[in-house]
């Protein structure tokens, strides 16, 4: 924790000033403390409201992210280390049924206003690509198929069989509605390459 603590953030905080610098001194936009100090402590994936994911350095909510991970991956790795291997494959269907029905979920939170030029709205896009225990998914299902694969399984696909999903899948994406675009379309088939 320490070394990726010490390796991310001063990165992390030289390149949320240079914005900030960028942001007021440059394009003149006046700036919002608690959503700047909110991105800087890497809490910013949380909050719902676009002003505080879009604070400072927009591209940091991946850090945000990253940091939950990072949090919880010994615990992750104690849980899934206790999953029977003949288990392994039912704990993956599910984690890759919930990552299918985090799209559906979002269309249960409250109105907010509809992306520019994007059938989504904010709370839907968070909720579906930035929010940290939505993306933990991702995480988790990575951990299952390296689990699987160290458990002595095999992925019942070849590696040319899961780059031809992925084909397939990015040539697919754009029949499909927007939510399921956003994750599931690339994280499902990407994880088996």
């Known amino acids: 924790w320490r070394r990726r603590l010490f390796r991310i953030f001063p990165n992390h905080v030289l390149a949320t000033i240079a914005c900030l610098g960028v942001l007021a ?7 919002n403390g608690r959503a700047a100090l909110l ?26 992210c990253e940091l939950l991970f990072y949090l919880a991956f010994p615990g992750l790795l104690l849980l899934v280390s206790r999953i029977r291997p003949e288990r392994l494959w039912h704990w993956t269907g599910g984690v890759v049924a919930a990552i299918v029905l985090v799209p559906a979920a979002s269309y249960l939170l409250p109105t907010s206003a509809s992306l520019p030029g994007y059938p989504l709205t904010y709370n839907q896009h968070w909720f579906i690509y930035q929010l940290p225990p939505t993306r933990m998914l991702d995480f988790v299902l990575g951990i299952l198929l390296a689990r699987l694969i160290l458990s002595g399984r095999r992925l019942p696909i070849s590696v040319g ?3 031809a999903v992925v084909v397939l899948a990015t040539v697919l994406t754009p029949i499909v509605p927007i939510p399921w675009q956003i994750v599931a379309m ?6 088996l390459v």
């Not at 690339?186 to 994880?191: E, L, M, Q, S």
Request: proline share 7%.
């Open 161 to 163: 069989g899961a780059v």
């Open 39 to 64: 991105n800087v402590l890497l809490v910013q994936g949380w909050f719902p409201e676009w002003g505080i994911r879009s604070a400072a350095n927009q591209v940091a909510w991946t850090l945000s």
């Open 25 to 31: 001194y440059i394009l003149k936009t006046p700036i």
């Open 186 to 191: 690339g994280t499902i088939p990407g994880a």
